[in-house]
């Protein structure tokens, strides 16, 4: 059965509000890295929809155990490179030579990406970022239409001014996404963020450098097979949906080991951290 590229992760306790965006012809597109970006893409795909899907037994549980499990399957070198590592991405936190990279692909209107940022991510950041082991990187990928979009170009306009994480907390907090993401509530949580310019902030968020951005992000995120959101990579390691800490703590600590004994950080990592 083909499986959709526009099927977002529904929220915890009701239904989305908005539409998922569909992606163009182009973002159905493959990224070319390498033989295996098909394999994986399929992969990430498959592991999308079945954490997805409304009729599945696996819908919203740790519908990847599968994959996590063993520290050499799943990995995919491939989708390890998308790791931007560069110590000036506002969008990014941690050591830019960390062992282990985890990039996100989230909409600020997800559900299940509110339930990870609250309830899995600030331990992630305290056990595992704190002491170098990890670094996340956040990639827009909007998929619930305009107010999606526009709350990817407010949250890449607050990072020019350095409160991105500011900001993806205040965004992310219990009940503000209920309230909608307009224009004067987006300028409003950039003030809440610490967000020091707001003038500055707005002519950012409107932009072309700021859709193009998210463009490259949400292109980026299609290309390698997600469907949904949050879709995570670990070290080349696909994980879709806002799995249990358990599985994020089991992937980052295969990751690390692994690296550590075949040093896949490699000279790249270290001139990123330069």
């Not at 463009?215 to 670990?234: C, K, V």
Request: include cysteine; glycine fraction near 10%.
């Amino acid at each position: 059965m083909p499986i959709s590229t526009s099927r977002p992760t529904p929220k915890p306790s009701r239904k989305p509000t908005a539409k998922p965006r569909k992606p163009t012809a182009k973002s159905r597109k493959p990224l070319v890295y390498g033989a295996g970006i098909v394999a994986a893409a399929a992969l990430f795909g498959y592991v999308s929809y079945r954490a997805t899907a409304p009729d599945s037994p696996d819908s919203g549980s740790a519908a990847i155990a599968d994959v996590t499990a063993d520290p050499e399957a799943g990995v995919y070198p491939e989708l390890a490179k998308l790791a931007r590592r560069d110590a000036g991405d506002k969008l990014a936190q941690g050591r830019a030579d960390a062992p282990v990279v985890l990039i996100e692909y989230a909409d600020f209107k997800c559900g299940y990406c509110a339930k990870f940022a609250r309830d899995t991510e600030p331990a992630l950041v305290k056990k595992y970022v704190d002491n170098g082991t990890l670094r996340i990187e956040w990639r827009n990928f909007p998929i619930f239409g305009a107010e999606s979009e526009a709350a990817a170009r407010a949250s890449w306009a607050a990072g020019r001014q350095g409160r991105f994480w500011q900001f993806h907390r205040a965004a992310y907090a219990e009940g503000v996404n209920e309230k909608g993401f307009g224009r004067d509530r987006l300028k409003a949580l950039a003030q809440q963020a610490g967000v020091a310019d707001l003038d500055r902030f707005q002519a950012d968020a409107d932009g072309a450098a700021a859709t193009a951005a998210v463009s490259r992000d949400q292109e980026q995120g299609y290309g390698i097979g997600a469907t949904s959101t949050p879709s995570f990579l670990i070290n080349g390691r696909p994980i879709a949906g806002a799995q249990s800490a358990r599985t994020f703590t089991q992937a980052i600590e295969q990751a690390a080991k692994r690296a550590k004994i075949t040093g896949d950080a490699g000279e790249d990592a270290k001139g990123a951290a330069k």
